[in-house]
Each structure stands twice: as structure tokens, then as C-alpha cells.
């Protein structure tokens, strides 16, 4: 059974840093497809940043530049350094993994896995 356990959120002004962290049990980060999504009160859960089984990063046009999606392969955590926050980058943040036969990319109806979140609030 896939579990995900996210961790690193919390309250930031805006300009500021934050780093999220996923640890997976029951997935090897290295070898799944795996994913950070957030979602806005109010809003649908829009995909941030992807990486496939290769290796292939792939960024939301919101976080392009900004953020930076890694593994951990020592630790089995995926990570989300986010980098210059705006007040939009609020939101609940999530971690997502597939199967490593599927090529989810950005599409959340493609991860069957996901953590139960942390929250990210940026202030003005």
C-alpha cells in the first residue's frame, strides 16, 4: 500500500521561501512517477510541478522559475522548494504518485495516490 506523508508547510510573507516535503513508504521515489498539486479554497486542484519515472521535469506556468521539484533518493522524499511566494501561491499542497507504468505528467486523475496535504498560507 502507497502512503504519502507531506510535511514543510505553514505561514510565509510574500517574497519569501518555503520547502515542502513528501516521504513515500510502500514507493520507491526514484522509479514513480510523482507529482505536487495544490488547491485554493473555492478553486480545482491545478497540477505545480511533475517528475516521471525518467527523470523529466515538468512545471506549472505559475510555478516555472519559481519552484523546484527534487528527490531524495536516500530518503525517499520527494521535495517542493518554492521560491519567491505570492499571496496565490496559498493554497492546500499535495503529493501525488502513480504507477510507474503511467505517464500522469500534470493531469491529477492520473495519480491514484495522494497525501492528505499541508497548508501553505503567503500574506501580503
Known amino acids: 500500500q502507497v502512503q504519502l506523508v507531506e510535511s514543510g508547510g505553514g505561514s510565509v510573507q510574500a517574497g519569501g521561501s518555503l520547502t515542502l516535503s513528501c516521504a513515500a513508504s510502500?514507493?520507491?521515489?526514484?522509479?514513480?512517477?510523482m507529482a505536487w498539486f495544490r488547491q485554493a479554497p473555492g478553486k480545482e486542484r491545478e497540477g505545480v510541478a511533475a517528475?516521471?519515472?525518467?527523470?523529466?521535469?515538468s512545471y506549472a506556468d505559475s510555478a516555472e522559475g519559481r519552484f523546484i521539484i527534487s528527490q531524495d533518493n536516500a530518503k525517499n522524499t520527494l521535495a517542493l522548494q518554492m521560491n519567491s511566494l505570492k499571496p496565490e501561491d496559498t493554497a492546500m499542497y499535495y503529493c501525488a504518485a502513480a504507477p510507474v507504468w503511467v505517464r500522469p505528467g500534470l493531469e491529477s486523475r492520473r495519480y491514484p495516490y495522494w497525501g492528505q496535504g499541508t497548508q501553505v498560507t503567503v500574506s501580503s
Open positions: 517528475i516521471d519515472r525518467d527523470g523529466r521535469i
Open positions: 510502500g514507493a520507491t521515489v526514484s522509479r514513480s512517477p
